[in-house]
Each structure stands twice: as C-alpha cells, then as structure tokens.
C-alpha cells in the first residue's frame, strides 16, 4: 500500500513537470539555458565543486519555475480571471522569485565560466 502511494506521489510529480514543460514557455527556456550551460561545463571540463554548484542554480531555478506556475495557476483558478490586487501581488511575488534565482544562476555561470576562460588564456 505505502510503495502505491509513492509510486503515485512520483507519477504526480512527473505530471506536473511534463504539464508545465509543454504549457510554459518560460520553462522552456530555463530548461534550454541549463543544457547550454551543462554541455559547456563538460566542454570546458570545469570542477566538480563548480560543476555542484551550476545543478545547484539550475535545480533552483526550474523549481522556482515550476513553484511559480503552481501559484499562477490556483490563483486564477480561484479568481476566475477577474483581476484582483493580492491576485496580483501573489504573482508577482512568484516571478520575483523566478527572477532571483535565474539572476542567480547567471552570476554563478559568469563566476564559473569567467574563471575557467582566464584559467585557459594563461
């Protein structure tokens, strides 16, 4: 019984990516930057800390994505569409957080790259 329930908590969860991979756009290009910046990061062979700490900013980044769509979307379900100023601020606040954190893993990509192409030029 317990292994069925997780079983269906994992299924949900996949759902939930897939769903969000086909419907948002901005996903898709979160999803299109971290393999950009993975195949580079194996190109360049940088290190394993460096290597941790770009999955990490991208692993923060698409749960933010994702966290930010499941706001987004009880929000207009329970709004009905019907504009409403706290409607607003929630999703605001939600792509805030997207924001942060894509600033983030922008910073950590500059940090990491940066040092490796100076590493290679001397």
């Known amino acids: 019984m317990k292994n069925e329930n997780i079983r269906k908590s994992f299924i949900c969860a996949f759902s939930g990516i897939v769903e969000t991979i086909k419907n948002e756009r901005n996903f898709k290009i979160h999803i299109l930057?971290?393999?950009?910046?993975?195949?580079?990061?194996?190109?360049?062979?940088?290190?394993?800390?460096?290597?941790?700490?770009?999955?990490?900013?991208?692993?923060?980044?698409?749960s933010a994505e994702l966290l930010n769509t499941a706001i987004e979307a009880a929000v207009d379900m329970f709004t009905g569409g019907r504009f409403n100023p706290l409607a607003k601020?929630?999703?605001d606040a939600?792509?805030?957080?997207v924001l942060i954190t894509s600033l983030n893993a922008v910073a950590v990509g500059v940090a990491v790259f940066f040092k490796k192409l100076i590493d290679l030029i001397m």
């Open 33 to 62: 930057a971290a393999i950009c910046a993975l195949g580079l990061a194996i190109f360049l062979k940088i290190s394993v800390i460096e290597f941790i700490c770009l999955l990490f900013s991208i692993t923060m980044v698409l």
């Open 89 to 91: 601020a929630a999703k």
């Open 94 to 97: 939600a792509a805030g957080a």
